[in-house]
């Protein structure tokens, strides 16, 4: 089966092929054309390459303020202190900040004083409106309703959601409860906090960065609890992107690809922990038909693929920084662990279902079946 690099290359070798078969037929048979068409090619590859090459403006941190979600670890941690080594004036949301989690006892004693930790559960309303109000306490008086120029007034200046929860399991083995849990944290998580600090980044012209993940693009296989939480996050990102224009608030969209690793949400505890609970509440007629057999076999598949992905957070991040601090920051950034991670999530979507969907299956002849199909 042709992997979607193999077939990245394909198109480019027969996209040049065409381009340079038309261009010698225009040679021969219309020379204006043709000197017109090759003129018009490179001057759109050398724009290209200059608006690539020449370096892009980025704000001050001086004077704004960012709150991030997640910084426990992961993403968000490192996002904060790459912030505050800048001079942003950033407030880390941490759902262990008042129990002594090791992510925001570390960004104490790591980062500047201009740096602040906030407890944040984004699945709980109070908390939630507790963060917005130790935000809101902490800047100038009258900075909420008025847009500030000058560098010397702090003013919130960007909302980051990052975090996340992940739930692995076939459909059939997740329960409701499960479903619940993930769709609370990862995407009505991330409309509690967005509509609570709107009225703050709306009235300073701010944005909103929202990081979602491949998944929500195309769902893979034993993950349907986090692909679609991913994909409503996409949803309402640009409908909130379209919704704020009017307002100057940019909406950005950072989608990471196989960076698992590289976060807290595939830990051993955290994998063997979800394994348990789906046994222990799967149904009695589910667990017979699959039979233990298939399913130790799936969930050790799952865990070893997510031992392969990238363990280095440092391009989602720079993307990320990218979504901050960038003048005019781009509506979406997606994030490959690799040129061919990145190059498989940017053309599934271009590619026939039926190509897809065996791309996407993993079965192999040697497998282990559920004791069902067995019989």
Same mark, same amino acid.
């Given at each position: 089966m042709m992997k979607p690099l193999f077939l990245f290359y394909c198109a480019i070798l027969v996209g040049l092929t065409t381009i340079s078969g038309l261009l010698l037929l225009l040679y021969h048979c219309a020379p204006v054309l043709y000197y017109l068409c090759t003129g018009i090619l490179l001057g759109s590859v050398g724009y290209c390459v200059v608006l690539y090459?020449?370096?892009?403006?980025?704000?001050?941190?001086?004077?704004?303020?960012?709150?991030?979600?997640?910084?426990?670890?992961?993403?968000?941690?490192?996002?904060?202190?790459?912030?505050?080594?800048?001079?942003?004036?950033?407030? =880390?949301? %941490?759902?262990?900040?008042?129990?002594?989690?090791?992510? !925001?006892?570390? &960004? +104490?004693? *790591?980062?500047?004083?201009?740096?602040?930790?906030?407890?944040i559960d984004v699945t709980d309303d109070g908390q939630v409106q507790a963060a917005v109000r130790q935000v809101r306490d902490s800047l100038p008086t009258g900075s909420e309703g008025e847009y500030y120029?000058?560098?010397?007034?702090?003013?919130?200046?960007?909302?980051?959601?990052?975090?996340?929860?992940?739930?692995?399991g076939e459909i059939e083995w997740v329960s409701m409860a499960a479903y619940r849990r993930v769709m609370e944290v990862n995407a009505f998580g991330t409309v509690r906090v967005t509509k609570a600090f709107l009225p703050l980044i709306r009235r300073t012209k701010g944005r909103v960065v929202n990081v979602t993940s491949a998944v929500g693009l195309h769902a893979t296989?034993?993950?349907? =609890?986090? %692909?679609?939480?991913?994909?409503?996050?996409?949803?309402? !990102?640009?409908? &909130? +992107?379209? *919704?704020?224009h009017?307002?100057?608030?940019?909406?950005?969209?950072?989608?990471?690809?196989?960076?698992?690793?590289?976060?807290?949400?595939?830990?051993?505890?955290?994998?063997?922990?979800?394994?348990e609970d789906m046994q222990n509440n799967m149904e009695g007629v589910v667990?017979?038909?699959?039979?233990?057999?298939?399913?130790?076999?799936?969930?050790?598949q799952l865990r070893v693929e997510g031992e392969d992905e990238a363990n280095d957070p440092?391009?989602?991040?720079?993307?990320?920084?990218?979504?901050?601090?960038?003048?005019?920051?781009?509506?979406?950034?997606?994030?490959?662990?690799?040129f061919e991670d990145y190059v498989t999530w940017m053309w599934l979507g271009y590619f026939p279902t039926w190509w897809t969907d065996l791309a996407e299956r993993t079965e192999n002849e040697g497998d282990p079946k559920p004791a069902m199909l067995k019989n």
């Amino acid at each position: 089966m042709m992997k979607p690099l193999f077939l990245f290359y394909c198109a480019i070798l027969v996209g040049l092929t065409t381009i340079s078969g038309l261009l010698l037929l225009l040679y021969h048979c219309a020379p204006v054309l043709y000197y017109l068409c090759t003129g018009i090619l490179l001057g759109s590859v050398g724009y290209c390459v200059v608006l690539y090459l020449v370096p892009k403006s980025r704000v001050s941190g001086n004077g704004k303020a960012v709150f991030i979600t997640g910084c426990d670890s992961g993403f968000g941690f490192g996002l904060a202190k790459r912030l505050d080594s800048l001079g942003f004036t950033v407030f =880390a949301g %941490c759902l262990l900040a008042d129990s002594g989690g090791e992510g !925001s006892k570390k &960004l +104490r004693a *790591e980062c500047s004083s201009r740096l602040s930790t906030v407890q944040i559960d984004v699945t709980d309303d109070g908390q939630v409106q507790a963060a917005v109000r130790q935000v809101r306490d902490s800047l100038p008086t009258g900075s909420e309703g008025e847009y500030y120029e000058t560098k010397r007034q702090l003013r919130i200046y960007a909302l980051v959601n990052n975090a996340g929860v992940w739930q692995p399991g076939e459909i059939e083995w997740v329960s409701m409860a499960a479903y619940r849990r993930v769709m609370e944290v990862n995407a009505f998580g991330t409309v509690r906090v967005t509509k609570a600090f709107l009225p703050l980044i709306r009235r300073t012209k701010g944005r909103v960065v929202n990081v979602t993940s491949a998944v929500g693009l195309h769902a893979t296989p034993a993950a349907s =609890a986090y %692909c679609m939480t991913k994909a409503a996050v996409e949803f309402f !990102s640009d409908a &909130l +992107r379209h *919704e704020m224009h009017k307002w100057g608030v940019k909406v950005v969209i950072v989608q990471p690809g196989n960076f698992a690793q590289s976060t807290d949400i595939i830990l051993p505890t955290v994998f063997n922990k979800y394994t348990e609970d789906m046994q222990n509440n799967m149904e009695g007629v589910v667990m017979e038909d699959y039979g233990m057999e298939y399913f130790d076999f799936k969930m050790e598949q799952l865990r070893v693929e997510g031992e392969d992905e990238a363990n280095d957070p440092t391009d989602v991040i720079k993307a990320m920084l990218d979504a901050v601090t960038l003048t005019t920051p781009s509506h979406r950034y997606l994030v490959g662990s690799s040129f061919e991670d990145y190059v498989t999530w940017m053309w599934l979507g271009y590619f026939p279902t039926w190509w897809t969907d065996l791309a996407e299956r993993t079965e192999n002849e040697g497998d282990p079946k559920p004791a069902m199909l067995k019989n």
